[in-house]
């Protein structure tokens, strides 16, 4: 099995209601696991944000917490809810309503990695599903949850950043409308997971870094954002995907030559965020 559900990053001293996460770039991938798919092990990644840990690895020293999954999401996806079986997958799973995440075979215990690749020859049986969600799902789930309570305790206040990166080929039919290409989508859920005051100033801070953004097109946001964006309780939460192909090289899931550059970009944009989180900065725009 993975090692761990999470790892957690945390400051000396938080300082921030922000609490950053990034739920798919976990690569622990077992032995075990890789011999059971019919995938090769580059080929397993391929629905992997991988390296989104290191883009954002500086904000435990801005002064908020980054938690980080420990389990691939090709093992089990933290961006679905628990319930979302596929039956096409697991046995003794029963047929659901319309749920086109698990119709696609991306479930919770995914089918399938990206461009619709089956990961298995069959299917799982239920307690091999209920093995990795007790095991990897609801740990990371809770310790979540709690950094997002302390969030509040300490400031009155929570705004979740989760982190994520989008294959190239996503933002095609973006593209063809015309325009720049955008190198961030931000994901909000149509306004209905955060405040318009939180999100356009994490607009502002990628914007100042001279990156492009787009919002809740193609992407608004999955089960993180829909489960834990409580505007009216003072939880927020924003998904941010980034452009695989500025970063990384992805057909040989290897950092590209300007991976150090947008590095330190994107150090600089968590850095604003953070500190739009803190409590005097927050409360003086109040």
Not at 156 to 177: F, Q, T, W, Y
Not at 206 to 219: D, S
Request: proline letters at 7%; hydrophobic letters at 40%; glycine letters at 8%.
């Amino acid at each position: 099995m993975p090692r761990a559900a999470y790892y957690l990053s945390e400051p000396n001293k938080r300082t921030s209601c922000v609490v950053f996460a990034s739920p798919h770039s976990g690569s622990d991938y077992p032995d075990w696991f890789l011999k059971q798919t019919v995938l090769n092990p580059k080929t397993i990644r391929s629905s992997e944000d991988a390296f989104v840990d290191l883009l954002f690895q500086d904000v435990a020293d801005y002064g908020a917490p980054f938690l980080k999954a420990g389990a691939p999401r090709a093992f089990l996806d933290l961006n679905r809810s628990p319930e979302e079986l596929d039956p096409a997958l697991i046995v003794g799973v029963r047929k659901p309503g319309h749920n086109p995440r698990v119709a696609s075979g991306l479930g919770v215990i995914p089918r399938v990695v990206a461009n619709g690749r089956a990961i298995y020859r069959g299917k799982l049986p239920m307690s091999e599903a209920k093995r990795r969600i007790d095991g990897y799902w609801h740990p990371y789930h809770a310790r979540l949850q709690s950094l997002l309570n302390e969030s509040y305790q300490m400031f009155g206040e929570a705004i979740l950043v989760d982190c994520h990166s989008m294959p190239h080929e996503a933002l095609d039919s973006v593209c063809r409308k015309g325009g720049k290409c955008p190198d961030i989508v931000l994901g909000d859920r149509f306004g209905a997971a955060a405040s318009p005051e939180i999100v356009d100033e994490i607009e502002s801070a990628f914007a100042a870094a001279g990156l492009t953004v787009m919002r809740n097109t193609p992407f608004a946001g999955a089960y993180v954002t829909q489960a834990y964006g409580r505007p009216s309780r003072k939880q927020h939460a924003v998904q941010i995907e980034i452009d695989r192909s500025i970063y990384m090289d992805e057909k040989r899931v290897r950092p590209n030559a300007d991976f150090d550059q947008v590095r330190a970009l994107l150090s600089q944009v968590a850095a604003r965020i953070v500190a739009f989180g803190q409590g005097g900065a927050r409360l003086a725009a109040e």
